[in-house]
């Protein structure tokens, strides 16, 4: 999947190119944060929404001057190997299992373990996003946790698409689908998909946001990018994010420890 760049204002010097998921992009919380962020400091942001992996490889090129994005393990990497000199955590919510409102498989609950393991046994119609993103790589860690990294049943597929192209299919096809709780909110198209799964401590979804070391690209504006983590971890980037609601439903959490930096 090619990310389809966005902007949220301004040009020139005053622009940055951020990498980041389709969740912060498709669940609407970017036409909050970053207008909202160029109103304080005049600074645009233009996005690039993809799955996780691919963010990371953008950022690693030096064609992105912020990554924001959610899987921690690859994040982590991404600073040791020198990309950038440290994460800065920002918000969170969950993964729930998504899924027909029959229920095929009966895994309906609150563990994620048994539920994919419902999955295996009955050869359900899953649908694996397959894009290396911070949710296919959940997936993929629980299916791993499950003992079935290898065993999902004759009913898997991968789409090597996004969340909401994935969602999209699920509804189509009555499979299930992991998804982040935000994108599903935002959701328009649930047909007979219910939310069957979610509670489980293990389906736990920070996001992490990083500068791009210029010791490895020098163009990065480093200073303007810096501006932007100083402000979403402040108490008004904070505010913006818990403020952000669907339908009175609020997507993403603020990181109690996002203001320690």
């Known amino acids: ?51 996780t992996g691919q963010a990371i490889d953008i950022a690693r090129r030096g064609d992105a001057e912020i990554l924001f994005v959610h899987n921690q393990s690859a994040e982590e990497r991404f600073v040791a190997e020198g990309f950038s000199t440290k994460r800065y955590p920002v918000m969170y919510n969950d993964f729930v299992l998504i899924g027909p409102a029959s229920d095929p498989a009966q895994l309906a609950g609150s563990d994620i373990i048994h539920a994919l393991t419902k999955v295996s046994q009955t050869n359900a119609a899953f649908l694996s996003r397959g894009d290396r993103s911070g949710t296919h790589s959940a997936e993929l860690r629980h299916w791993d946790m499950a003992g079935l990294i290898n065993q999902q049943g004759a009913g898997y597929r991968s789409c090597g698409c996004g969340m909401g192209a994935a969602l999209n299919m699920a509804a189509a096809t009555n499979a299930y689908v992991l998804s982040d709780r935000a994108t599903w909110i935002n959701f328009k198209n649930k047909a007979q998909l219910r939310l069957l799964v979610e509670g489980d401590k293990s389906l736990f979804n920070p996001y992490g946001v990083m500068v791009v070391n210029p010791e490895k690209h020098p163009h990065v504006k480093q200073k303007q990018a810096q501006q932007f983590v100083d402000w979403i971890t402040s108490p008004e980037g904070q505010r913006v994010i818990a403020d952000y609601k669907v339908d009175g439903e609020q997507l993403f959490f603020p990181n109690a420890n996002a203001a320690s930096k």
């Open 1 to 51: 999947m090619i990310g389809v760049p966005s902007a949220y204002a301004g040009d020139g010097d005053q622009t940055l190119q951020m990498a980041s998921t389709t969740s912060t992009e498709q669940s609407g919380l970017f036409r909050v944060l970053l207008p909202a962020f160029a109103k304080v400091t005049g600074i645009a942001v233009k996005v690039t929404a993809v799955g």
